[in-house]
């Protein structure tokens, strides 16, 4: 069956730090893969995908993720953190077919320390 | 454009009543999508429109859940006779499906609490 790992629950950084959040997936095939974040009450907001090509992508509010195919990977990293940037943040996978669900991990809360 | 939007945003209901959560997806987007989130989880798919035919229902936990987009574009989830465990975050999503467009835009969720 399709999964996605987030290993880390809850991750503390100070503001100014790097950042790098990991994301593992099972799956039959290269997946779609994304990452979102949600803020307190909030919705669900993209931060960038990966479809195919360049296997670095920028999405927005600086963050890059790099895909991994040997490791199955997809891992979302950040320079320096803001804290602005606490939220949790939420990888996913859907299967390169149009009208299927994401399959999402449980999710990082990132917390950032002054 | 205006984003997907969904109401009401937090409904309490009292264990056995009926609900009607309401999604309106942004203009023009073909597919449709409801999850569940619970609290500190991952949200998890629920059910799958393409335009007004519901072709994935397969996440719908219980025949008490119900969702219908009858003119292609609102969307109701209705669950009936409502229990504790259906305490959870329901968050809409909508996706062009033309092209790479197969991100999906989330709403900001309707957070229910059944007493």
């Known amino acids: 069956a399709q999964s996605v790992t987030q290993p880390d629950i809850h991750i503390t950084v100070s503001e100014g730090a790097s950042l790098e959040l990991r994301c593992n997936y099972s799956?039959?095939?290269?997946?779609?893969l994304f990452w979102y974040v949600q803020s307190p009450g909030q919705g669900l907001q993209l931060l960038l995908k990966?479809?195919?090509?360049?296997?670095l992508v920028q999405g927005i509010k600086g963050f890059e993720a790099e895909f991994k195919r040997s490791q199955s990977s997809f891992n979302l990293r950040k320079p320096s953190v803001h804290w602005s940037d606490a939220a949790e943040y939420f990888c996913a996978v859907k299967r390169r077919q149009a009208g299927t669900a994401l399959i999402f991990g449980k999710g990082t809360t990132l917390s950032v320390s002054s | 454009g205006a984003g997907v939007s969904q109401s009401p945003r937090y409904k309490v209901a009292k264990r056995g009543q009926d609900v009607a959560l309401r999604c309106d997806p942004i203009?023009?987007?073909?597919?449709l999508f409801w999850y569940q989130q619970a609290l500190g989880q991952g949200p998890e798919f629920l059910t799958y429109?393409?335009?007004?035919?519901?072709?994935?229902k397969s996440g719908l936990p219980s025949d008490r859940f119900f969702a219908e987009r009858p003119e292609g574009s609102v969307s109701t989830l209705k669950i009936q006779r409502t229990q504790q465990e259906d305490s959870a975050v329901y968050l809409c999503?909508?996706?062009?499906?033309?092209?790479?467009?197969?991100?999906?835009?989330f709403g900001p969720g309707t957070r229910l609490l059944v007493l």
């Open positions: 429109f393409q335009n007004e035919a519901q072709l994935d």
């Open positions: 799956y039959g095939a290269t997946p779609y």
């Open positions: 999503a909508s996706s062009s499906d033309r092209g790479l467009g197969e991100t999906q835009y």
């Open positions: 203009s023009g987007h073909v597919s």
């Open positions: 990966y479809f195919s090509g360049d296997t």
